[in-house]
């Protein structure tokens, strides 16, 4: 996981997976408003974005479920 995501999932109140979960929903928002305008280089930084916490939900979510 980057370093941005550490940093948040650790500071945040919230449980891992709600955090992994919102930080798809608000990348995808961001990818999909800035495709909107054509800023299309920085829609493909933030679909990427939304990708990486995806992954990271999901294996958060296997781990998880093994444990």
């Known amino acids: 996981m ?3 995501m ?3 999932v650790s500071s945040s109140k919230d449980d ?5 979960s919102l930080g798809v929903q608000w990348e995808s928002l961001r990818a999909a408003c800035l495709g909107h305008y ?3 280089e920085m829609a493909d930084d933030c679909f990427l974005r939304a990708q990486k916490y ?4 999901e294996g958060f979510l ?3 479920n093994k444990g």
């Open 16 to 20: 891992t997976a709600t955090d992994l």
């Open 38 to 40: 054509g800023k299309t």
């Open 2 to 4: 980057a370093n941005p």
């Open 62 to 64: 296997e781990r998880a």
């Open 6 to 8: 550490r940093r948040i």
């Open 54 to 57: 995806d992954l990271e939900l």
